[in-house]
């Protein structure tokens, strides 16, 4: 687990392989990510991560990426893969902390910092079960863990401005 400042850090792996190296990549899972269960249908869960590819660098076999993703304090898991010419993939989880980042701000549901109405539109398609992608549950207003019709009323009354923030959620 290593501490990093927050917003942008640079990931490397450094890697060789006899069969040569095809792709090396990673994931990012931010610290309110809540992997996906599978239902009784055993239907496969979509799972919606932040993904890029690494580049090689001045150093042979280092590859590296900067990823700007890391706004918010918490734990992030990133996971490094390395695919090589044979199709075979190794993998590499890594915590990092982000101390010195955002806090969450309630009902912000796309994380960008800012109520706005994305985050309205985001709550509206989650109590309607449509897919929303990446979305930060502590960012619920009401703290049932779930996001839900108060939510959004929250959300829009605080974009709208009628909503006083010495109010009750």
């Given amino acids: 687990n290593q ?20 792709r090396v990549w990673a994931t990012v899972m931010n610290p309110w990510y809540e992997i996906p269960i599978t239902t009784q ?14 580049t090689v660098s001045g150093t042979p076999d280092r590859y590296t990426a900067t990823y700007n993703g890391f706004v918010y304090n918490g734990v992030y898991t990133a996971t490094l893969y390395v695919m090589d010419n044979a199709d075979n993939v190794t993998t590499k989880e890594i915590l990092l ?3 010195g980042g955002l806090d969450l701000i309630p009902g912000d549901l796309n994380q960008n910092g800012t109520l706005d109405l994305g985050d ?13 992608g ?7 207003v009401d ?5 839900g019709m108060i939510d959004v009323v929250y959300i829009l009354q605080k974009v709208s401005g009628t909503r006083n923030d010495g109010e009750d959620d």
Wanted: glycine share 8%.
């Fill in 41 to 54: 249908a055993y239907e496969t869960p979509i799972v919606t991560l932040d993904t890029f590819d690494l």
């Fill in 120 to 132: 309205a539109v985001i709550g509206i398609k989650i109590i309607s079960d449509v897919d929303s």
């Fill in 3 to 22: 501490t990093i400042a927050g917003v942008s850090f640079e990931l490397y792996a450094d890697v060789s392989s006899v069969a040569g190296i095809d």
């Fill in 97 to 99: 902390t982000v101390d």
């Fill in 143 to 147: 703290g049932d863990g779930k996001i």
């Fill in 134 to 140: 990446s979305i930060a549950v502590e960012a619920d």
